[in-house]
């Protein structure tokens, strides 16, 4: 690749076409961890979310699989117990808590707040991930479809018309009342719950995708892939797709946060997950009637619901201001 | 200007016919029906159900059920599962309780949220900005009835504002004086409470559109002939900045029924929210499927007349 041969020597430092001479400076991803670790905020959010990754593989393991802090032990003799209380001597000794005293307290039923907390943590972070992968798999499907295909008539109607009347009309309706009612009238399960929530989330991320669609249909490397034969579903899923993931990253982030308060909503209002899990929204909506009597069962979860939605909120926008340079300080 | 606004009227009734349907087939596809809503009831026999389903067409195809639901909502007449009582004279009393609260709850948004945006941009970077900012990131990450019921407790114990519903028990012999200052009383902690999400949006939202102008070559341009501060952002960018909000005026409308379902039933406000959730609870179709309805109504006006209001204001628009 190196067609051009300078004629003196200074000329050769700055002629060079050697790849490694002509690289900028940083890669983007350079760029970008740059400015990332420049926001305070959302460097303190990062490290929460992987603190909260870490606790959630934790708690499924430690809770499920090789039990050290069992959150299903009824015990009616320790009911209420305030945070870092040990068991009262009336109950069994097969049913004391891992490391002698009870770190969040008991709940109504005895049963160990920090157990319940810790398995929450993995169900209610599970129900936002599967929700905003379904709204994000629906979101870009349709919006990749209507962004490439857009002009294509199916009998009269184009389907970029078709698909984005559809959006629009889903869009119309308050989302949370169609999901309060979707999942009231139907069994409440955890499966319902994280399909419902991902069924009415993908408008969003389908607006974006088309857009980004529709300009990056234009672009010079699209119009080479389509002169070089590769198939038009290799062109859109491997080609184009990543470069319009830059908004959906953000708002899938932001989306999970979304789901998590959203669940803790319908847990408030009875259609929560049902028995044996517990999210975090379960355990607060079930402390709200003992606020004054036991006021740790509903701080613990809601301090622990904001901490989480907040770093989310806070790495989603962080994320959007590193990824999109328009939003920069000038 | 007349063809555009046509135009997009035209659009906005077809798909306001799409969003019938959906809105019909979509609580008729899912499981649950009101005959249903007592299933452990002894006395309910096979045909009492035959006949509850008979008087709700609920036997028919469901295009035949559509056809039902039109003509009675037409004419005014579409009756409730629950205790047959017309639909729309229910929605709109209770859209009456609502609609204090969502114009109290609007004011407070609109007045906070710009002054707030606004500074924040002008100063960015500064204490004020960097605290407001995160305080924004906080007031939408808690969960709303968590904020609430920390309200309620410090409020209520505190202050001694009262919380529950619109009124108190009993000021029926009152004074008018002491029965519109009780009223109002009650007003305030559940519109503040819906308020405090709107504000931390939307200054948000206005400091971003801000910063936006203000890099803007015109502005430095501005600057640089010498112009005061003050001439700059409020003679100058202000105006520009505040271009897409015009439009957002539109989009209040649907807030209307959007419904703080949640609020309504912390604060036990017998408002639109608390009317839908007890018609989902029920199995109350027509009450769900108007309410839908009209909250599309209003989405789809809403647009339309941020639409228009955009290209009022913005020639770009109107000339394409």
Redesign the interface.
């Known amino acids: 690749m190196n067609g051009i041969k300078p004629s003196t020597s200074s000329q050769a430092a700055t002629l060079s076409l050697d790849p490694e001479a002509m690289a900028p400076l940083e890669t983007p991803w350079e760029e970008f961890l740059r400015i990332f670790q420049k926001d305070y905020?959302a460097l303190f959010g990062f490290w929460v979310l992987m603190l909260l990754l870490a606790t959630a593989l934790a708690g499924k393991a430690l809770t499920e699989w090789w039990i050290l802090f069992d959150p299903e032990v009824v015990r009616l003799t320790d009911k209420f117990l305030p945070p870092f209380s040990v068991p009262s001597l009336d109950s069994l000794p097969t049913d004391r808590p891992f490391g002698g005293m009870y770190l969040m307290g008991t709940d109504e039923l005895g049963r160990d707040v920090f157990a319940r907390m810790f398995q929450g943590s993995f169900v209610s972070l599970s129900v936002g991930f599967v929700a905003v992968g379904i709204s994000l798999s629906i979101g870009i499907l349709l919006g990749g479809l209507a962004g490439y295909y857009g002009q294509v008539k199916l009998v009269f109607i184009t389907v970029d018309t078709l698909i984005m009347?559809?959006t629009?009309?889903?869009?119309?309706?308050?989302v949370?009342?169609?999901i309060?009612?979707?999942i009231?009238?139907?069994?409440p399960s955890i499966y319902t719950i994280m399909v419902i929530i991902g069924i009415f989330g993908w408008m969003g991320t389908a607006r974006f995708v088309r857009a980004e669609f529709l300009s990056l249909r234009e672009q010079d490397f699209v119009t080479a892939a389509k002169a070089l034969g590769i198939p038009e579903r290799r062109i859109i899923f491997r080609h184009m797709v990543p470069n319009a993931l830059a908004p959906v990253f953000v708002s899938a982030i932001i989306g999970v946060?979304s789901a998590i308060?959203t669940e803790?909503?319908l847990s408030?209002?009875g259609f929560g997950v049902p028995p044996p899990y517990a999210t975090w929204?379960n355990i607060?909506s079930d402390g709200?009637a003992f606020?004054f009597d036991a006021p740790w069962l509903?701080f613990i979860p809601?301090i622990a619901?904001?901490v989480v939605?907040?770093a989310?909120?806070?790495v989603g926008?962080g994320l959007r201001e590193a990824l999109n340079p328009?939003?920069r300080?000038? | 200007m007349w063809n555009f606004i046509l135009r997009n009227i035209g659009q906005r009734l077809i798909l306001l016919i799409i969003v019938s349907f959906v809105a019909h087939s979509f609580i008729h596809l899912a499981p649950g029906e009101p005959s249903e809503v007592d299933p452990m009831n002894p006395r309910m026999k096979p045909e009492d159900i035959a006949k509850i389903r008979a008087a709700f067409h609920l036997d028919e195809p469901l295009h035949v059920q559509y056809v039902y639901w039109i003509r009675d909502l037409a004419s005014g007449e579409l009756k409730s599962f629950k205790d047959s009582q017309p639909v729309l004279p229910k929605i709109w009393k209770r859209f009456l309780n609502s609609l204090p609260l969502f114009i109290l709850a609007t004011i407070l948004v609109w007045t906070l949220a710009f002054p707030t945006g606004i500074y924040g941009a002008v100063y960015r970077g500064g204490v004020y900005d960097r605290s407001t900012v995160f305080l924004s990131y906080a007031l939408i990450s808690v969960p709303g009835f968590f904020l609430s019921y920390l309200a309620i407790m410090w409020v209520v114990g505190w202050l001694g504002v009262p919380v529950i519903s619109i009124k108190t028990f009993g000021m029926e012999h009152a004074e008018p004086a002491y029965k519109i200052m009780d009223r109002v009383w009650h007003l305030v902690i559940p519109s503040v409470m819906t308020a405090i999400g709107g504000i931390a949006v939307l200054s948000r939202y206005v400091r971003s559109q801000m910063l936006e102008v203000l890099s803007q070559d015109y502005v430095r341009t501005a600057k640089a002939k010498g112009l005061e501060e003050g001439t700059v952002i409020y003679g100058h960018a202000l105006g520009n900045a505040l271009l897409p909000f015009v439009t957002m005026f539109g989009l209040l409308l649907p807030g209307l029924i959007g419904g703080s379902i949640i609020f309504e039933q912390i604060f036990a406000w017998p408002g639109l929210g608390r009317l839908s959730y007890e018609a989902i609870l029920n199995r109350d179709f027509p009450v769900i499927m108007t309410i839908n309805f009209m909250a599309a109504i209003l989405t789809l006006a809403g647009t339309l007349l941020s639409d228009i209001l955009y290209a009022v204001v913005d020639p770009r628009i109107r000339l394409h």
């Open positions: 905020q009347r559809f629009d009309a889903m869009m119309c309706f308050p949370f009342f169609l309060l009612t979707a009231a009238l139907s069994t946060a308060l803790s909503s408030f209002l929204g607060l709200k606020v509903f809601g619901i904001f939605v907040l989310f909120n806070l926008e328009k939003l300080m000038r």
